[in-house]
Antibody
Framework: EVQLVESGGGLVQPGGSLRLSCAAS????????MHWVRQAPGKGLEWVAN????????HYVDSVKGRFTISRDNAENSLYLQMNSLRAEDTAVYYC????????????WGQGTPVTVSS | QSALTQPASVSGSPGQSITISCTGT?????????VSWYQQHPGKAPKLMIY???TRPSGVSNRFSGSKSGNTASLTISGLQAEDEADYYC????????????FGTGTKVTVL
């Protein structure tokens, strides 16, 4: 069964940085688009970013552009989200997810890693 | 970047059918067949129920079906069951000044 395991979340002060990781296993990681999705406490889902299988193309929601960077290491079967200049409104559970068909259907999700931005 | 519009709540009795709407614009729902639907139970990760407007992933019950008309997509749950009680979100590809995805506001489904 496909596995996605996020790590790297935690408590960080406003303006600080965190790097989230997502370890993928039991599928050919290098051929799939991958996404990050977040969910603030008690709120709905928000799409954050995605990345092409070879890492060459990335897209971001406007609210994180210039602050977050999505990347991947296909040799290590890992997805990353570098988050800089963090704000209180970035507080959320962050999920990594695999795209079923490069059209946005996310058929496998990790368990999520919580990020809290607070002083 | 505004979210797609869904009703806050929908309810039905066991065995009934319900439909959840997801309204966007010609830049997202109306312009592309890249609408997906997710079910989320409290404290759990979302689960993909429908993608590409009307395609069910393997393992998803055929009681779930998707459709689209103009700028509005819909998820229909037939033969409503207690375990269908959850939050449901639509998601669409959007192409305005940039390319990205956007979720709906979410719908709480209650089985009476």
């Amino acid at each position: 069964e496909v596995q996605l395991v996020e790590s790297g979340g935690g408590l960080v002060q406003p303006g600080g940085s965190l790097r989230l990781s997502c370890a993928a296993s039991r599928f050919t990681f290098s051929i799939y688009w991958m996404h990050w999705v977040r969910q603030a406490p008690g709120k709905g889902l928000e799409w954050v970013a995605n990345i092409q299988p070879d890492g060459g193309v990335q897209h971001y929601v406007d609210s994180v552009k210039g602050r977050f960077t999505i990347s991947r290491d296909n040799a290590e079967n890992s997805l990353y989200l570098q988050m800089n200049s963090l704000r209180a409104e970035d507080t959320a559970v962050y999920y990594c997810a695999r795209d079923i068909s490069a059209t946005g259907g996310l058929n496998y999700w990790g368990q999520g890693t919580p990020v809290t931005v607070s002083s | 970047q505004s979210a797609l519009t869904q009703p806050a709540s929908v309810s039905g009795s066991p065995g009934q059918s319900i439909t959840i709407s997801c309204t966007g614009t010609s830049s997202d729902v109306g312009g592309y067949n890249y609408v997906s639907w997710y079910q989320q139970h409290p404290g759990k990760a979302p689960k993909l129920m429908i993608y590409n407007v009307n395609t069910r992933p393997s393992g998803v019950s055929n009681r779930f079906s998707g459709s689209k008309s103009g700028n509005t997509a819909s998820l229909t749950i037939s033969g409503l069951q207690a375990e269908d009680e959850a939050d449901y979100y639509c998601k669409s590809f959007r192409h305005s000044s940039t390319l990205y995805y956007v979720f709906g506001t979410g719908t709480k489904v209650t089985v009476l």
